[in-house]
């Protein structure tokens, strides 16, 4: 059946998406070392291949389309009642696809530029291809102000990327679990992609939105986070204040959600109001209070 089709190639690219995010947060936070400074030789020797190909190997997604492009072409052979999915499938196969291969081909610029510059000026390009980290190569990756502002842009664009794919993933997701409710295949459901385990009224929803400030002031990041959770289309989302990401929310239980990084339980007071969260994150758990109710 073609929606089997198309759910098989949603699932794959959910998952390609998440290893694309997970490379470049990974790369992110080695990028912020080098540009501060916080590298050291000797960690250049003991990591020499992962610093020594910092910037050099972006992730290139394979976006599965035969479902979509089979749904798409035959659309007067499906059935009308499904034929409301062409929409979603176009944003996800069209727009946001065209987003991600664009930033793609802006990464593997970035990455041939770079190669260009070391190959025509420094005579141990070779031995660094060859995967060799002497000092004279440490000394360039250390202090060579090019490499510093090379591998800035590269973690720019590769931060615009993951965005990109963060939004294609998510409304994978969505059209997922539509597909999935319509063949009644939810045994079939793979737990790595996130839905909602638990039901609440759309009504109900409203008492989780509102603003939430970490609780401890000097904050695991050097700063208190805060925190707005917004229903949106009839789902909740939490959004950073400080870099504007909005993430969506899957129940999981009552008083509890999820996202693709972590866990939220939601607080109540004495009179079974929502106080605030707390938010297991990795291996941390931050609580937040609630410093202003519903949000519209």
């Known amino acids: 059946m073609i929606l089997e089709e198309i759910q098989n190639d949603l699932q794959r690219n959910i998952w390609e998406s998440e290893e694309l995010i997970e490379f470049y947060y990974r790369k992110d936070s080695i990028i912020w070392k080098v540009i501060n400074d916080e590298l050291t030789r000797q960690d250049y020797i003991d990591h020499s291949f992962e610093l020594g190909t910092l910037i050099t ?7 599965y389309t035969n479902g979509y492009l089979n749904f798409s072409r035959n659309i007067s052979d499906v059935p009308l009642e499904y034929r409301h999915l062409l929409g979603p ?37 070779l031995q660094w291809g060859y995967g060799e980290m002497n000092d004279t190569i440490i000394e360039y990756f250390l202090n060579d102000d090019y490499y510093k502002n090379a591998a800035l842009t590269f973690g720019t664009y590769g931060g615009i990327l993951r965005q990109r794919v963060r939004e294609f993933r998510w409304a994978a997701i969505d059209v997922y679990n539509i597909i999935t409710d319509i ?6 459901r793979h737990e790595f992609i996130p839905h909602d385990k638990f039901h609440y009224p759309q009504e109900k929803l409203d008492q989780f939105t509102g603003i939430y400030l970490e609780k401890n002031e000097e904050g695991i990041l050097g700063y208190p986070m805060k925190f707005h959770i917004l229903k949106n289309n009839d789902r909740l989302q939490l ?5 504007l990401d909005t993430v969506p ?13 972590g866990e939220i339980e939601f607080l109540e007071n004495e009179n079974k109001q929502i106080k605030g969260f707390r938010y297991e994150w990795e291996s941390d758990t931050i609580d937040f209070k609630r410093i202003k109710n519903r949000i519209k």
């Open 239 to 243: 959004v950073s204040q400080k870099y």
């Open 89 to 125: 499938l176009n944003e996800i196969y069209v727009n946001d696809k065209y987003e991600i291969d664009k930033f793609d081909e802006r990464m593997n610029h970035i990455t041939d530029r770079f190669h260009d510059h070391l190959s025509q000026n420094y005579t141990w390009f």
């Open 249 to 261: 929310l899957y129940i999981k239980a009552p008083n509890r959600v999820y996202t693709t990084t």
């Open 183 to 188: 063949l009644d295949n939810k045994p079939q």
């Open 57 to 63: 190997d972006p992730y290139h997604m394979k976006i």
